[in-house]
Protein backbone atom coordinates (compact mmCIF):
# COMPACT_ATOMS: atom_id res chain seq x y z
CA UNK A 1 0.00 0.00 0.00
CA UNK A 2 1.11 3.69 -1.00
CA UNK A 3 1.13 6.00 2.24
CA UNK A 4 2.41 9.68 1.55
CA UNK A 5 2.80 11.49 4.70
CA UNK A 6 3.34 15.21 5.05
CA UNK A 7 5.14 16.90 8.16
CA UNK A 8 6.84 20.22 8.63
CA UNK A 9 4.38 22.63 8.58
CA UNK A 10 2.92 24.96 11.47
CA UNK A 11 2.63 28.62 12.28
CA UNK A 12 5.43 30.99 11.45
CA UNK A 13 5.72 34.67 11.16
CA UNK A 14 6.08 36.51 8.62
CA UNK A 15 9.57 36.08 7.16
CA UNK A 16 10.25 32.61 8.85
CA UNK A 17 11.43 29.21 6.55
CA UNK A 18 9.95 25.86 6.54
CA UNK A 19 10.93 22.50 5.18
CA UNK A 20 8.36 20.34 4.76
CA UNK A 21 8.82 16.55 4.37
CA UNK A 22 6.78 14.15 2.48
CA UNK A 23 7.50 10.25 3.91
CA UNK A 24 6.41 7.76 1.00
CA UNK A 25 6.18 4.03 1.84
CA UNK A 26 5.06 1.07 -0.49
CA UNK A 27 6.76 2.47 -3.24
CA UNK A 28 10.59 3.17 -4.15
CA UNK A 29 10.51 7.11 -4.30
CA UNK A 30 13.64 6.57 -6.46
CA UNK A 31 11.48 5.97 -10.07
CA UNK A 32 9.13 8.64 -9.55
CA UNK A 33 8.67 12.38 -9.68
CA UNK A 34 7.18 14.59 -6.68
CA UNK A 35 5.05 17.46 -6.91
CA UNK A 36 4.25 19.59 -4.30
CA UNK A 37 0.66 21.79 -4.20
CA UNK A 38 -0.85 24.05 -1.86
CA UNK A 39 -5.02 24.89 -1.09
CA UNK A 40 -5.64 28.12 0.52
CA UNK A 41 -8.52 29.00 2.03
CA UNK A 42 -11.13 29.59 -0.25
CA UNK A 43 -9.19 29.28 -3.36
CA UNK A 44 -8.51 26.30 -5.90
CA UNK A 45 -5.47 23.89 -5.35
CA UNK A 46 -2.18 25.29 -6.93
CA UNK A 47 0.99 23.49 -8.12
CA UNK A 48 3.95 24.97 -6.39
CA UNK A 49 6.94 22.54 -7.55
CA UNK A 50 8.08 19.26 -8.82
CA UNK A 51 11.68 17.59 -8.82
CA UNK A 52 12.13 14.85 -10.92
CA UNK A 53 14.00 11.42 -10.72
CA UNK A 54 17.26 13.23 -12.36
CA UNK A 55 16.81 15.87 -9.82
CA UNK A 56 15.68 18.26 -12.11
CA UNK A 57 12.91 21.06 -10.33
CA UNK A 58 10.04 22.35 -12.33
CA UNK A 59 8.71 25.86 -9.94
CA UNK A 60 5.48 26.98 -11.03
CA UNK A 61 5.25 29.84 -8.28
CA UNK A 62 8.69 31.45 -7.10
CA UNK A 63 11.97 30.90 -6.15
CA UNK A 64 11.05 30.81 -2.61
CA UNK A 65 10.21 27.40 -2.98
CA UNK A 66 12.94 24.79 -3.56
CA UNK A 67 12.05 20.80 -3.72
CA UNK A 68 14.21 18.34 -3.33
CA UNK A 69 14.54 14.94 -2.27
CA UNK A 70 16.30 12.09 -0.28
CA UNK A 71 15.71 8.63 -2.06
CA UNK A 72 17.33 7.16 0.45
CA UNK A 73 15.37 8.25 3.01
CA UNK A 74 12.28 7.65 0.16
CA UNK A 75 11.41 10.97 1.43
CA UNK A 76 10.92 14.46 -0.40
CA UNK A 77 11.45 17.86 0.97
CA UNK A 78 9.79 21.62 0.55
CA UNK A 79 11.88 24.42 1.41
CA UNK A 80 9.79 27.69 1.62
CA UNK A 81 11.92 30.76 2.74
CA UNK A 82 10.38 34.21 2.91
CA UNK A 83 7.11 33.01 4.09
CA UNK A 84 4.34 35.39 3.98
CA UNK A 85 0.86 35.51 5.00
CA UNK A 86 -0.78 34.73 1.25
CA UNK A 87 1.65 31.23 1.69
CA UNK A 88 -1.19 30.19 4.73
CA UNK A 89 -2.37 27.08 2.95
CA UNK A 90 -2.42 23.35 3.42
CA UNK A 91 0.57 21.77 1.98
CA UNK A 92 0.35 18.45 -0.27
CA UNK A 93 2.73 16.01 -2.07
CA UNK A 94 1.85 13.79 -4.51
CA UNK A 95 3.55 11.00 -6.72
CA UNK A 96 2.53 9.07 -9.91
CA UNK A 97 3.55 5.50 -10.05
CA UNK A 98 5.07 4.16 -13.05
CA UNK A 99 6.21 7.80 -14.47
CA UNK A 100 9.39 9.84 -13.85
CA UNK A 101 7.74 12.92 -15.29
CA UNK A 102 6.31 16.09 -13.80
CA UNK A 103 2.73 17.74 -13.91
CA UNK A 104 0.71 21.10 -12.61
CA UNK A 105 -2.05 19.27 -11.99
CA UNK A 106 -3.29 17.43 -8.92
CA UNK A 107 -5.22 14.98 -10.27
CA UNK A 108 -2.62 13.43 -12.79
CA UNK A 109 -1.11 12.09 -9.81
CA UNK A 110 -2.59 9.06 -8.69
CA UNK A 111 -0.84 8.88 -5.02
CA UNK A 112 -1.56 12.04 -2.53
CA UNK A 113 -0.82 12.91 1.32
CA UNK A 114 -3.38 13.99 3.18
CA UNK A 115 -1.88 17.05 3.55
CA UNK A 116 -0.05 19.77 5.99
CA UNK A 117 -1.26 22.95 7.11
CA UNK A 118 0.94 26.25 7.00
CA UNK A 119 -0.14 29.42 8.91
CA UNK A 120 1.85 32.36 8.22
CA UNK A 121 0.82 35.39 11.14
CA UNK A 122 2.43 37.40 13.60
Known amino acids: QVQLVESGGGLVQPGGSLRLSCSVS????????IGWFRQAPGKEREAISCITTSQRTINYLDSRFIASRADAENTGYLQINNLNPDDTAVYYC??????????????????RGQGTQVTVSS
Open 94 to 111: AIKRGTTVCSSSFRWYNY
Open 26 to 33: GVTLAGVA
